[in-house]
């Protein structure tokens, strides 16, 4: 499988050479994972500088779920990277997750990171997903014993495929941003111990609110709650089209005694 992929990708980018998605220059002296958003395009990709409540959508500090909206889902916040209105973030997702472009991973995930840590002030998404400020990759990270427990507290966790589409797609979209997250920051992915027990359609896909919400409903499920138990966990995926994916994932999260429960997006649709 994985072969055919790889042999069915090299003969795309020789038919069809990457340019990058913006300014639509072929740069061959890059590296793939750098091509499709070239480094000067990617620079100029606007964060989104104001988080809101993922319930009402009004502002609130660092995305937090308002007290007065904590009815309404299981999540207690979402950090949102950037915004989809861009014609470079909506082509670039699509390209993602629908052309099979695994090397927009990169792009993307660099979009997310920025935004994390470009804020003026840190707030509670900061706290669980920071421990160190420092910028410099290059000296070896020294943490204290409180840093350490938040690091072991806090898990990154990728909105889990069902096994059909895993081998349709070849890969998990989320679980590649994942992995850049997870690299920058220190933080262990549990990946395997959410999983997707209903093969549901795409809630794009579906009109109705109420349809969408059938489709998700009971989807996931957790295998090892011990890996779950007192855990923050970051649950990443690339784009949130309604907040039922992300509720859902959260709900059985917290069913199995998870402590702060925040969703991670490139983008809000
Ligand atoms: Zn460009
Ligand atoms: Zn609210």
Redesign the pocket.
Known sequence: MKFYIQLRNFILDTLFPIK??????E?ENLEPVQRW??????EEIKIRRQQVCPVCEQFSDGGRTHHRCTEKTHLDGLWVATEYKYDIISSAIRKFKFNFVRDISFPLSNVMIKSILEVEEYGDFQDIILTELSQDSNEEKIYTDEEKNIKAETVLIPVPLHKKRYNWRGFNQSFLLSEYISDKFDLKITSGVLIRNKNTKPQSKLKSVSKREKNIKGAFSCLDKNKIKGKNMIIIDDVCTSLLTLDECAKTLKKAKAKNVWGLVVARR
């Open positions: 990058c998605l913006s300014c639509n220059v740069f958003i070239c480094p000067q395009c990617l």
